[in-house]
């Protein structure tokens, strides 16, 4: 190339002076740009690299930031976090003190909304699009989604509102048949005849909900993707642009393997080649431990059902699937549906593991109480990525589920210290339990490589005695637990502290806290869930309830939203770390 364009755009003012023959350089700089800095410094590769064009079109048709830009997930956002003013500081991206992963509104004025979680945008750009008329402001609003996420409910939700309303709002589905995994569903089936013109425009179901249908356009045709905003930017009223793109457009591994390439960790920036670490003397990642012994047990339950809402790689349920296809589904990004529908399973006997990431289980909060605890119906909630998740930031954390589901009567909660002891619950789970569960484990690796042992029935509400002491008890429950044991290793005052395993957070295991209560002066409390209204607010309520008087010290997460980094560094900000442990039993 006989000039650099990028080095020269600091902000969208500078893309606009830009000739429009100019912005395919401009679009294979962008995606060297951020194949450069993502294959050293890791993140979410291949929807940003599929949204490059658009990205670009995007801010050069419309003024933003005065004209409202909302990106849906954020997974594909860093062409414009490029694009805004952040490309020196790109390099930081995902990491402690850096930008975040995703477009975050305390970060830049041009991300106009914060995100992290699926099918939020049409929703919060037709409010900002109302607020706007309200106003009297003449301001564009442009919401882009992706066909994974506009099968969500809340989607829909937004669609049906804009249908009835004036507002000036433009719909961008970015259509490329994958979200993490590949896209499923009737309404995925329904974008894939429009794609290839087996459905007539007449049947077309956005136009039946009011919208100004155009589409679909090939999404990598910046010049037809420019000319069609054009046009756009002089209807009026709710508008839709079907947009057809590649994810991992512009790295050929990345269009070939979308999946792994959707955050592929660090690879050769020329080659494409993953620099993958050996992995044969490693012990398995706790959803791995999840999904092969689902198998496992489902061979010897024919009731076994296993239930994701769009995470059948990362939660591992694709075992399962790959296994026992009629038992095993994928729902797609609907964690409302996910939990209700395995209620309406549970009620005919089936045993159900549902499994949902933390963070997302958020979302079917009424469900899991109207729908499953008030019921009582024993769904088996898997709830992966709980605790502190690292790089993904707060919008990805697991640290509200303990408090969250603490308050729901019939609900019992359960956090493995390990990978056995996760094996030998969902062993006992599938037994039969006359109450429902949420079962919570971290992402990434426990330290057990020989896991995979004769299963062990669990007494339900038992805690365990670790380690023996005299002065001092810590309670700790799930797997940071690990890093009690760790800094007890490293302190010449080991023998004052008692060591109790809390895996069950309900019921807790009253006898025990009795006995605790009656023979030690101080109880430390540690999870890697929120303060307040996690485990250590239950102990205090039981030490209350009693009338114990006893200094207790609960250690977690304290009540902030914790940002993004290591899960080390996120775990030495909130002092839960060996390191912070080992200081705090020398010093207490």
Aim: with cysteine.
């Amino acid at each position: 190339m006989s000039k650099k364009l990028l080095e020269h755009i600091y902000n969208p003012t500078d893309l606009r002076k830009l000739d429009e023959q100019q912005l395919p350089q401009l679009a294979m700089e962008l995606r060297d740009f951020i194949i450069d800095i993502v294959s050293i410094k890791e993140g979410h590769l291949g929807a940003s690299l599929g949204v490059v064009e658009l990205t670009i079109a995007l801010h050069y048709v419309f003024n933003t930031p005065e004209d409202l830009l909302v990106w849906d997930v954020g997974h594909q956002a860093y062409g414009h976090k490029i694009l805004t003013e952040r490309k020196e500081k790109f390099h930081t991206n995902r990491q402690l003190g850096g930008i975040s992963g995703f477009p975050k509104r305390s970060e830049s004025v041009y991300d106009t909304f914060g995100v992290g979680h699926s099918s939020t945008s049409i929703s919060a750009a037709l409010g900002m699009a109302i607020a706007s008329q309200l106003k009297g402001e003449n301001k564009h609003h442009i919401a882009v989604i992706g066909d994974a996420s506009i099968a969500s409910g809340m989607a829909f939700e937004g669609l049906n509102h804009a249908g009835v309303t004036d507002a000036n709002l433009l719909v961008i589905l970015n259509d490329n048949a994958i979200g993490i995994d590949p896209s499923v569903g009737a309404l995925k089936n329904y974008l894939t005849s429009v794609k290839d013109g087996k459905n007539p425009k007449q049947n077309n179901m956005i136009k039946s909900l009011n919208f100004d249908y155009s589409g679909p356009i090939d999404g990598h045709d910046i010049f037809a993707v420019i000319k069609e905003l054009k046009r756009l930017k002089n209807v009026n009223g709710p508008k839709f642009l079907h947009i057809i793109t590649t994810k991992g457009k512009g790295l050929q591994q990345a269009e070939d393997d979308q999946v792994k390439y959707h955050a592929p960790g660090k690879f050769d920036k020329t080659t494409g080649e993953i620099h993958l670490k050996s992995e044969a003397h490693l012990p398995p990642k706790f959803q791995d431990v999840f999904g092969l012994t689902l198998v496992e047990l489902a061979k010897i339950n024919p009731k076994i059902i296993g239930i994701t809402p769009a995470m059948p790689s990362g939660s591992s349920l694709k075992y399962m699937m790959d296994a026992f296809p009629n038992r095993a589904f994928d729902v797609g990004i609907a964690e409302q549906h996910a939990a209700t529908l395995s209620a309406g399973m549970a009620t005919q006997g089936m045993v159900v593991f549902c499994n949902i990431y933390s963070t997302f289980l958020q979302r079917a909060y009424d469900q899991v109480i109207h729908d499953v605890a008030l019921q009582n119906l024993p769904v088996i909630f898997c709830l992966d990525r709980a605790g502190l998740v690292g790089e993904d930031g707060a919008t990805h954390h697991g640290v509200f589920d303990l408090a969250y589901l603490r308050c729901i009567p019939n609900l019992i909660i359960y956090a493995p210290k390990d990978e056995i002891a996760l094996r030998n619950i969902l062993y006992t789970a599938q037994l039969g339990l006359k109450h429902p569960i949420a079962i919570r484990y971290p992402r990434g690796r426990g330290s057990i490589v020989d896991w995979q042992r004769t299963f062990q029935k669990i007494e339900i509400g038992e805690a365990h005695l670790l380690k023996e002491g005299n002065k001092i008890a810590v309670l700790s429950t799930g797997f940071i637990g690990n890093n009690v044991t760790l800094a007890f290793k490293n302190i010449s005052n080991a023998t004052d502290f008692a060591h109790y395993d809390f895996g069950f957070v309900k019921p807790l295991d009253e006898r025990s806290l009795h006995e605790i209560f009656e023979t030690f002066e101080i109880i430390i409390t540690v999870e890697d869930g929120v303060i307040k209204g996690g485990f250590g607010s239950a102990v205090i309520e039981f030490a209350s309830q009693n009338e114990y008087s006893q200094k207790i010290l609960t250690l977690g997460v304290p009540d902030v939203f914790i940002e993004h980094g290591t899960v080390e560094e996120l775990q030495n900000i909130c002092k839960i770390d060996t390191k912070s442990l080992e200081i705090l039993f020398t010093t207490i």
